[in-house]
């Protein structure tokens, strides 16, 4: 066991001395290249940064303001926009929203979903049979999503 700590200890000296020597000097070197030659090697501040790892053209814009629906309605009202209801400064459609049913902050329940503004069960619902406007036919029952199950 004792050996086996002394190996261990040697391993991180010899860890620690390798890191210290890879670790470039902080003044200009002179190289000697021999028949009297000296090159300089740039010190690193003079060096151009080559690094992949760099800030993108991204991140290094500045970010717009978004246009939140509490400060302007009609944003709500463009193309693409999830629903033309405005909550907790939010684009929504109020008649499917699960978290917005019908008005603002309705919440349905978790086997619930919200068909024209109003929380149904789609498992035994006749006019939302497995889902929002799907009527069963008459003399017939909605069982687990399904008309007419049995």
Do not use: W
């Amino acid at each position: 066991m004792k050996c086996m700590k002394t190996f261990l200890m040697l391993a991180m000296l010899v860890a620690l001395a390798l890191t210290a020597s890879a670790t470039p000097s902080t003044e200009d070197e002179m190289v000697v290249a021999g028949d009297d030659e000296t090159f300089d090697v740039p010190h690193r501040d003079d060096e151009k940064q080559t690094s992949l790892r760099g800030s993108s053209r991204f991140l290094a814009q500045n970010p717009r303001a978004s246009m939140t629906c509490d400060k302007y309605p009609r944003v709500c009202h463009t193309k693409g926009s999830p629903g033309p209801d405005c909550c907790k400064k939010r684009c929504v459609n109020v008649t499917t929203d699960k978290l917005n049913c019908g008005v603002c902050g309705k919440k349905c329940k978790f086997s619930e979903i919200c068909c024209k503004g109003q929380c149904v069960n789609p498992r035994s619902n006749k006019k939302h049979c497995g889902g929002c406007n799907n009527k069963c036919k008459k003399r017939s029952s909605c069982t687990y999503g399904m008309c007419s199950y049995a």
